[in-house]
């Protein structure tokens, strides 16, 4: 069994930046794709970004292309999220998910077989 555990968010300013980071355990993710997800306080999770088992195959969603960047580090079995130009409407908790074995990911959560129990994003205007 694969546990996900975010870390990073807290309160900032926009403009300003955040690093999330998705540490696992139970197994290597070496071989799963990785995403992030977001969900503000009455809307469905949105897909942020995905980065397959093999470092490629990046994918972000529109709203944050061009600020956010997805990264993973095999080694230490962590997935990242790189924020900046934060805006208030970039406000949600924010969850890690990792796919099966093999597995790609995509925009779906139904992709996606392991979660977090999220991290708290909130970006002051």
């Known amino acids: 069994q694969v546990q996900l555990v975010e870390s990073g968010g807290g309160l900032v300013q926009a403009g300003d930046s955040l690093r999330l980071s998705c540490a696992a355990s139970g197994r290597t993710l070496r071989w799963s794709s990785m995403g992030w997800f977001r969900q503000a306080p009455g809307m469905d999770r949105d897909f942020v970004a995905t980065?397959?088992?093999?470092?490629?195959?990046?994918d972000y969603a529109e709203s944050v292309k061009d600020r956010f960047t997805i990264s993973r580090d095999n080694a230490k079995n962590t997935a990242y999220l790189q924020m900046n130009s934060l805006k208030a409407e970039d406000t949600a908790v924010y969850y890690c998910?990792?796919?099966?074995?093999?597995?790609?990911?995509?925009?779906?959560?139904?992709?996606?077989?392991?979660w977090g129990q999220g991290t708290q994003v909130t970006v002051s205007s």
């Open positions: 998910a990792a796919t099966g074995l093999y597995r790609s990911g995509g925009r779906s959560p139904a992709y996606y077989n392991y």
């Open positions: 980065i397959g088992w093999n470092g490629d195959n990046m």
